[in-house]
């Protein structure tokens, strides 16, 4: 219970410390790559591998084991002259004895070389997992920052459209303008109000996506901050053969799986050491008291002390036929490292299909920015021409309002291209070995 409060209290602290600054996008992919539960889980690989690669180099090690046995025969039995007589015997017998093994065929050396392999892929796994969440991140984060933008348009859409009743009241109240014209304005008003509340909950959603991203417990008091962005017109876009060329030198996922086909040919040579003979090595002391029924026995310690043996052994084990069981062993690994070169050249192709269509998205999203860009300027002289008529009197409400909507659009339009451009190209950068 107590652990449970201490818990509830540092989730209280996190809430706090989210209320008092805005998240900046560093600090998001920081705090998501610290909590994400699927990080979590590829260093808990991690981990397994690092305990996988210890096991095999512990099995170098002499393998040492004691035992101890008490036995009871009644009847005929073996005497200690050895001889038989009808008679009730016990023994006891103590024994530790050691084996180390001296020559595997190369099966220990290898296993050791493919477990450090298995790890090393395990860790490129784990800097993979981290850049898929931090992609994942500036997404989301992009996303809530264009739907704060957005927030902030429809602010000032809905202040202009209250300002402008004022100004209809105040024309209606001297009977300089017709009823009509009042209800057109508070019926803009009301419309504005409503899309206001909309991108608020928009808005909302968005901080909700991104704070679960971070295992944030609650969105609440959750503001990000906006950054500093260059012309984004001005900014030039690498070819994509280029940015593979040094993708394949940096990115994880291909550096994995180059590992793992390292593996691949460690196992072929691990299971080839079945052709080979193996040499053991052991060594041994024990002791036993043995007693009969009706005769007189030394004592036990003079027993354990006079029965002391050691022993001293080398083993050599030739595989002569095992029912083809190493033949296909090899065989499989052999398939095993052909379907891993397979896969490599599938995570080569994928990158590369990954960049073409991120380079041309970002390539489309850089035009469509500029055009974007050059209409709501348009929309913006437009709609200031027809502030001074409306305020004339020579425009009607419903033109007014129609300039209106047609900025806020051009306005939209440029938002959502110039955070889709520049997702698209941090991305490429990132691609390159460029951080968020």
């Not at 096991?55 to 005929?76: D, E, H, I, T, Y």
């Not at 995570?347 to 920015?369: D, G, R, V």
């Not at 055009?371 to 409306?390: D, G, N, P, R």
């Not at 020579?394 to 955070?419: G, I, M, V």
């Amino acid at each position: 219970m107590r652990r449970k409060h201490i818990t509830i209290a540092l989730m209280l602290v996190a809430c706090s410390a989210t209320a008092q600054q805005e998240w900046t996008l560093s600090q998001c992919i920081e705090h998501a790559i610290v909590n994400n539960i699927t990080i979590k889980r590829q260093e808990a690989n991690v981990k397994s591998q690092e305990l996988s690669l210890s096991s095999a180099k512990s099995s170098r090690l002499p393998g040492v084991s004691a035992s101890a046995g008490q036995n009871f025969n009644f009847g005929r039995g073996l005497t200690i002259d050895n001889t038989y007589i009808n008679s009730n015997t016990q023994s006891t017998g103590f024994n530790i004895g050691a084996d180390m093994p001296i020559y595997t065929g190369g099966q220990i050396a290898n296993n050791i070389k493919a477990r450090k392999l298995d790890l090393l892929a395990a860790m490129s796994d784990l800097e993979y997992a981290k850049e898929h969440i931090s992609i994942q991140v500036a997404s989301a984060y992009l996303e809530a920052l264009f739907q704060k933008d957005l927030l902030e348009v429809s602010e000032q859409q809905a202040q202009l459209s209250k300002e402008q009743e004022r100004r209809i009241e105040a024309l209606f109240a001297n009977g300089k303008c017709a009823e009509t014209e009042l209800a057109e304005i508070r019926a803009t008003v009301a419309n504005d109000e409503l899309s206001l509340t909309q991108q608020q909950n928009s808005y909302t959603l968005a901080l909700l996506t991104l704070s679960q991203l971070l295992e944030l417990p609650t969105p609440e008091g959750f503001e990000i901050a906006k950054p500093e962005v260059a012309d984004l017109g001005s900014m030039v876009l690498a070819h994509p053969d280029e940015i593979y060329a040094e993708a394949i030198m940096t990115k994880p996922q291909i550096e994995a799986e180059n590992i793992r086909l390292q593996s691949a040919e460690r196992n072929i040579r691990i299971a080839q050491s079945g052709y080979y003979p193996k040499v053991n090595f052991g060594t041994g002391i024990g002791t036993n008291y043995y007693k009969a029924s009706g005769r007189t026995s030394p004592s036990f310690g003079d027993q354990m002390r006079d029965n002391l043996n050691n022993s001293i052994s080398l083993s050599l084990s030739v595989p002569i036929f095992n029912r083809f069981s190493t033949r296909n062993q090899v065989s499989s690994a052999r398939l095993q490292y052909h379907n891993q070169q397979l896969k490599l050249d599938e995570t080569h192709k994928s990158l590369y299909k990954e960049i073409q269509q991120a380079y041309y998205n970002a390539l489309a999203a850089q035009k469509q920015c500029i055009s974007s860009q050059q209409a709501e300027k348009a929309s913006t002289l437009s709609f200031a021409l027809m502030e001074k008529k409306y305020a004339a009197g020579k425009a009607t409400a419903t033109e007014y309002q129609e300039s209106k909507t047609a900025l806020f659009r051009a306005t939209t339009n440029r938002l959502q291209a110039e955070y889709t451009f520049l997702f698209r190209h941090k991305i490429l950068n990132f691609y390159r070995g460029e951080e968020l």
